[in-house]
């Protein structure tokens, strides 16, 4: 049998699992299920972590992982504010939602806070913010007038694209030295761990760190 015909039989059979568990015949609903049943059922090694080796962290995987992963990410901070130093936008976030805006030209108050994964608080903030500084403005939805939608001021637009430049130039810094097949194989380990938390941030959000723990690490 073929690899095409044996990939095409495990779609098949997964294709008919959903069918089974959701009267749903969305394709991104079905993507999404998918990345979740091979991500789930793909968990990680089984942790060595013992509290008492504080000083031996390096020999704990998921504890030098979080770490360079905190330093990586506040290197990216370092970087891009840089790049945003000469224009009007004042944070990565800002920078993120009016990128978005650009792409999508108007979206909900909340479903922009949300594409980005922040509590409402903060990302009505950025939003305040950014409309105080003439990037963005707010209107009534047609649909629902108790809801809002953002979309950019020609300011906004103005300064979103000229900042696209420096920020490429922060986005290869970042990237360093590693070369094109190193960038594929972690962007495909990167984009595995987004969508094992998206899972996680979609279904438990407001749960425990013990009850996440359980239901997704249950058999580490």
């Given amino acids: 049998m073929s690899v095409d015909v044996v990939l095409l039989k495990s779609l098949i059979d997964y294709l008919e699992e959903y069918d089974n568990e959701f009267d749903n015949n969305d394709l991104r609903e079905f993507s999404s299920y998918l990345s979740d049943k091979l991500i789930i059922s793909n968990l990680p090694p089984k942790s060595n972590y013992k509290k008492e080796d504080f000083k031996k962290y390096k020999s704990f995987a998921e504890v030098e992982f979080s770490t360079l992963l905190a330093g990586l990410f506040r290197f990216a901070k370092h970087y891009t504010k840089k790049a945003l130093s000469e224009t009007n936008i004042k944070t990565l976030d800002e920078f993120g939602f009016l990128s978005t805006l650009l792409r ?3 979206m909900l108050k909340k479903e922009l806070i949300d594409t980005h994964l922040m509590e409402v608080s903060s990302g009505s903030e950025i939003i305040k913010r950014m409309i105080n500084n003439g990037l963005i403005y707010e209107y009534p939805d047609e649909k629902d007038k108790r809801a809002k939608r ?30 094109d097949e190193e960038v594929q194989a972690t962007l495909k380990v990167m984009n595995k761990l987004t969508y094992f938390h998206n899972h996680i941030h979609k279904d438990d959000k407001t749960s425990s760190l013990s009850s996440v723990a359980d239901k997704y690490l249950k058999d580490k």
């Fill in 104 to 106: 999508e030209e108007s």
């Fill in 150 to 179: 953002i979309s950019l001021t020609e300011e906004g637009v103005k300064e979103v694209m000229s900042s696209f430049d420096s920020m490429q130039v922060a986005a290869e810094i970042i990237m360093g030295n590693l070369t």
